[in-house]
């Protein structure tokens, strides 16, 4: 649906169909698999040839790549409005989230603010005082959780940022909504929202507190912070909804769960609009990975 356009040729419009089926193929596992490479006994695995039009090749430095491919000619669009809400870079996890972003935050020519949390334990824990004890501040300023921004929050005004909490629906502030950064103050952001029916209206993001909770802590963290995050990359987990003209698969690891490959491919409008980099692929081949998909899940769904 997000290829659909009516002012193209008939041969445009056949790339289009043949690129659209390829991605449901993939939504499908319905790719064949390279058996030379597949070298899992897992069926709901499979390893599938990338389309070489769709590879940015990078020997020395893969962010780089990856983000000179999305982000071209940044230098002299990095706060212009509809530059940043057409492209984002995609990947797996959290931690290749964060380099990324990191990367990409250096070369913006503003200057950063850095927003530290205030953190501590949840006094409904059991053993509080002994918990308290053993975890110091210190200790919980270098956790990092899934959903929670960051101890040491660094912005710029004009970057983009995605919100981690629901705030105000009928405002568009919702977990996952796109902003840009446009005024930065000790206790609150002003940012202008980049997607959605409410794009392009400015809102205030103040500090929130947030909890939370992993099995491997025995206690439940709180920590007061912005409920942002840079967001010139994203997880293809926090990507879901999101439609963009320009998207850069970075694979640095293959996917890790079903329907992950489909999901990144289907952000994109167009097929132009995509760039893929495959860290080493399966056998150092950079035009192959995995796709994992559940097919017992579909067969139940028909």
Request: hydrophobic share 40%; with cysteine.
């Amino acid at each position: 649906m997000r290829l659909l356009r009516n002012d193209i040729s008939i041969d445009e419009k056949q790339k289009i169909k043949d690129f659209a089926n390829w991605i449901l193929k993939v939504g499908d596992g319905e790719i064949d698999n390279i058996d030379a490479l597949n070298d899992s006994n897992d069926i709901d695995t499979s390893v599938i040839e990338i389309p070489k039009d769709l590879i940015i090749h990078s020997s020395t430095n893969p962010i780089a790549a990856i983000s000179c491919a999305t982000f071209p000619n940044f230098e002299n669009s990095f706060d212009d409005f509809v530059y940043l809400r057409e492209r984002a870079i995609i990947t797996p996890r959290n931690t290749t989230v964060s380099d990324v972003n990191d990367y990409i935050t250096n070369l913006l020519p503003r200057e950063h603010h850095t927003f530290l949390s205030y953190d501590s334990l949840c006094s409904s824990n059991g053993n509080f005082e002994n918990l308290e004890t053993m975890y110091p501040t210190e200790f919980l300023n270098k956790l990092d959780f899934n959903g929670l921004p960051t101890h040491n929050l660094i912005l710029k005004v004009g970057m983009p940022i995605m919100l981690l909490r629901n705030l105000n629906q009928s405002l568009g502030l919702c977990n996952g909504t796109r902003l840009i950064v446009t005024q930065l103050f000790d206790r609150i952001i002003e940012a202008k929202i980049l997607a959605g029916t409410n794009i392009g209206h400015k809102v205030f993001i103040p500090r929130i507190t947030l909890a939370a909770t992993e099995s491997k802590w025995p206690f439940i963290l709180k920590r007061r912070q912005f409920p942002v995050r840079p967001c010139y990359a994203m997880t293809i987990n926090k990507s879901q909804g999101q439609s963009l003209k320009q998207v850069g698969l970075y694979l640095p690891e293959p996917v890790f769960t079903h329907g992950q490959l489909y999901v990144a491919l289907s952000r994109v409008t167009s097929r132009k609009g995509l760039k893929i980099l495959i860290g080493n692929g399966e056998n150092n081949l950079n035009n192959y990975t995995k796709n994992i998909v559940f097919k017992d899940v579909l067969q139940n769904l028909q």
